[in-house]
């Protein structure tokens, strides 16, 4: 089926920046929204309850 | 009470906002979609099976919520050329920083399903059964996903099978020593 699949090296690289482009943005920081996010719902959650204050 | 799944929610933060910008190519909405995700993942955490893997748990929910989103409404038209590198690290000038650019750019032109799945089997390491599980479709189907979009960015890259590469050696080079670095 080689017509539809880049040869191995095409791939490798294209997997290596794929993997470098992902990471980069991984380490971006997060914006504060995010970061406050899970404390606020934790704050939130006195008990066992599903619904939002 | 230890042991709590929720805890461990904080460590996928970074992971799920990079795969909602890959697939939203927004930054802003990408955020919208990693809180949706946060606050689904929090209040149905009895959903989550403990011994599986989590990041799969919540892209899955996260990709969901995009494809919802996207179905609901068409979205405005994505800023294709702009955010995926404008959200980008500033990075050190060298010789693989255009190509880099570059790349992106064609990364982000690529179809939604082709993006999701390079994203998954190509950066994230999961497995194809894994990615298939995650978006609901038959292996195949994702393989052919994975190959389209593969091919596509070749292309784009000019990454032609017998002819000289665009990416010099140094930059794979590069880029393979920084895998070992990275936990991920």
Redesign the interface.
Known sequence: MSN????E????????????????????E??D??KD??AQ??ASEPSEQ?G?S | MTGDP?DE??VH???L??FA??LTRNGSVA?DM??DT??KA??NIEKFEPGTNMRAWLFTILRNTFYSSRRKAKREVADVDGIFTE???E?PAHDGHLQ?TD??TA?AKLPDEQRET??LV???GFSYEEAADMCGVAVGTIK?RA??G??R??EL?H????GP?E?TDKV?IA??A??GN?A?
Do not use: C, H, Y
């Not at chain 2, 990454?159 to 017998?162: G, P, Q, T, V, Y």
């Open positions: 539809d699949t880049p040869s090296r095409a791939r490798q690289q294209i997997d290596a920046n794929l993997k470098r482009v992902f990471r980069e943005q991984e380490q971006a997060l914006p929204r995010l996010l899970l719902l934790k599903d939002k | 929720r929610l904080v933060l970074p992971a906002r990079a910008i890959s955020d990693v809180q946060v606050v929090w209040t959200n980008m690290a990075k880099m790349f992106r990364f390079l994203i190509g950066a994230s052919s190959n389209r593969r091919k960015l070749a890259m990454l032609d099978a017998d590469v990416l794979t880029v393979v920084n895998n990275s991920f």
